[in-house]
C-alpha cells in the first residue's frame, strides 16, 4: 500500500475526520487531503507524531519500503514487536526485547546467545547449530558493531546487581543464592496463579522484558524457583516442568 493509502484506512478505522486529525497532529485539513490525495507526504516531525496516534511505524506509514530486523537480536521487526521509547516513539532498529523503556538489555553477547538458543532451538536445528549461527551473525549487526559506545552498561549492570542483592536478602528458605539475572520476555514467564477464592491471576504484562532466572531448589524434587524482577517489583514462584502448577511464593514492591 502506498502512504495516501495507509493514512487513509488508519484514520477511517480511528472513526477520525480530516480537521480531526489535522488537529492531532498540528496541521491544517488541507494538509491531510493533500497526504490522502497522493499530493505530499508528512514531514519526518509529523511522521512521528502520526506513528504514536496510530501506533504503527513510521516504516508502516511509508509503505515499508525497509526490511527492519533488530540490529541487537536480528530478530525480523514488525509492528508488533518493534521497540518503543519512554514517551511512545518507536525505535525502529530494535526489538521490544532488546531494547526496554530506554534501556539495552543486553551487555554481553553469550547472555543473549544462550536466551536465543532456549527459544530457536527445535527438531530442525540443534542448539549446538543455533548458537554456531548466532556467534556469526550478532558481531554483524550495529549493536554489537558499535556496543562500545553506546553507554549505560555500567549503570545497567549495577542494577541487576542491586536486583541481585535484594534477592538474596530475601532467605527463602530452599532458593540458592542469586548469582546472575537474564533478560527474560513477559508472555514466557507469565504465569497464572490460582487464589484462594478460586480466581486465577497473573502478575507480568507479556509484552514486557524484565530481568530473572530459573533455579533449582536445593531440596531436590521436581519444583523449580523462578524470579523475575524490574524497577517496580521482586517475584519469587515456584513451579514444575514446563511452569506447570505455579505458586507464587512473594511478589514484593521495591
Known amino acids: 500500500m502506498k502512504t495516501k493509502d495507509i493514512i487513509l484506512e488508519l484514520r477511517t478505522k480511528k472513526g477520525l475526520s480530516q480537521d480531526e486529525l489535522a488537529e492531532k497532529v498540528f496541521v491544517t485539513r488541507q494538509a491531510v487531503s493533500r497526504w490522502e490525495n497522493g499530493e505530499t507526504t508528512p514531514n519526518t516531525e509529523t511522521l512521528k507524531l502520526l506513528s504514536k496516534l496510530f501506533d504503527v ?96 552498561a555500567e549503570k545497567f549492570e549495577e542494577f541487576k546487581q542491586q536486583l541481585i542483592s535484594e534477592f538474596n536478602d530475601l532467605h527463602i528458605d530452599g532458593m540458592p543464592k542469586v548469582e546472575k539475572l537474564n533478560a527474560l520476555v513477559g508472555g514466557y514467564i507469565n504465569l497464572e496463579y490460582r487464589l484462594p477464592n478460586g480466581q486465577t491471576v497473573k502478575f507480568l504484562d507479556d509484552n514486557t522484558t524484565y530481568l530473572g532466572n530459573q533455579l533449582e531448589c536445593e531440596f531436590g524434587g521436581d519444583r523449580c524457583f523462578g524470579i523475575a524482577a524490574n524497577m517496580d517489583f521482586l517475584l519469587v514462584c515456584t513451579y514444575e516442568e514446563n511452569g506447570e502448577n505455579p505458586e507464587l511464593i512473594m511478589y514484593k514492591k521495591r
Not at 78 to 83: A, K
Not at 118 to 145: C, I, S
Open 57 to 152: 511505524s513510521i516504516n508502516t506509514l511509508l509503505g515499508s519500503p525497509r526490511q527492519l530486523i533488530c540490529q541487537c537480536c536480528g530478530m525480523p521487526l514488525e509492528d508488533g514487536n518493534i521497540s518503543k521509547e519512554k514517551d511512545g516513539i518507536f525505535n525502529e532498529e530494535y526489538c521490544k526485547w532488546c531494547y526496554a523503556d530506554g534501556e539495552y538489555m543486553y551487555h554481553d553477547m553469550d547472555d543473549l546467545i544462550d536466551v536465543c538458543v532456549g527459544h530457536m532451538a527445535n527438531e530442525q536445528f540443534t542448539p549446538e547449530q543455533v548458537r554456531a549461527y548466532m556467534k556469526d551473525m550478532l558481531p554483524k549487526l550495529d549493536y554489537w558493531k558499535k556496543y562500545k559506545y553506546l553507554g549505560g
